[in-house]
């Protein structure tokens, strides 16, 4: 399987602040990132899809402006929660795709955590 | 839309028995279904993925089959033991382009 790493695993941040996930593919060349997000006891959600060097595809619902995503390479993306709110606390995992197979390999996750 | 549903929340199994884990779909037949394993904290890992046009996959102690005209994938793990214990999920997508649809999962616990 893939390698894919995440960080921060763990962030706790204050209202209205800003915060930075990163996601990297160390092993392989991810064209496609999947950004999913998972609420206590409920199951992965997609939020957004992006191919290395275009704008992010949002899901309905997935507000563009306070989901950033920037996928400059192929080893890396991040999402920036902007203005983060109590609401947006939840575990945010990251999926690097770098070919054309169905199945996906997860980063271990960032619990994010907004007072 | 494809809905991707697993009944069952919790499950309970004494160890060494076959666990029978159920995954269904509400719409059109998925061009594959995949089944995934989360522990807690973490991200899910990828077990086995199985085609529409494809009755039964086998992997060690895990197999799966898909049930077109049931409209459901059956996912067993045979011989459990308790490091099985975890959330499975299903899953399908159209293709390797597309993101991930999860069903809610099913928490198996496997009782020594």
């Known amino acids: 399987g893939a390698v894919v790493s995440q960080h921060p695993s763990w962030v706790i941040c204050k209202s209205g602040t800003s915060v930075k996930i990163e996601c990297r593919s160390l092993?392989?060349?991810?064209?496609?990132m999947f950004w999913y997000r998972q609420f206590p006891k409920q199951s992965l959600m997609l939020m957004a899809t992006s191919n290395e060097g275009s704008k992010a595809t949002y899901e309905q619902g997935v507000e563009k402006d306070k989901f950033l995503i920037n996928h400059a390479s192929l080893t890396l993306s991040t999402l920036t929660v902007t203005s983060a709110h109590p609401e947006d606390s939840s575990f945010y995992i990251c999926?690097?795709?770098?070919?054309?197979?169905?199945?996906?390999?997860f980063g271990p996750g960032t619990r994010l955590t907004v007072t | 839309s494809q809905k991707i549903e697993q009944n069952s929340e919790a499950l309970n199994i004494q160890e060494g028995k076959t666990a029978t884990l159920t995954c269904n779909y509400t719409n059109y037949s998925p061009a594959y279904l995949q089944w995934y394993r989360q522990d807690p904290g973490r991200g899910p890992v990828f077990l086995l993925l199985i085609r529409e046009n494809e009755k039964e996959k086998r992997k060690e102690r895990l197999k799966v089959t898909f049930d077109t005209t049931l409209k459901q994938s059956l996912f067993h793990i045979t011989a459990s033991q308790p490091a099985d214990s975890a959330t499975y999920l299903c899953a399908h997508s159209g293709g390797g382009a597309d993101g991930l649809t999860f069903g809610k999962g099913t928490h198996l616990i496997i009782q020594p």
């Open positions: 092993d392989f060349q991810a064209t496609t």
């Open positions: 999926s690097p795709q770098g070919t054309s197979r169905p199945e996906q390999y």
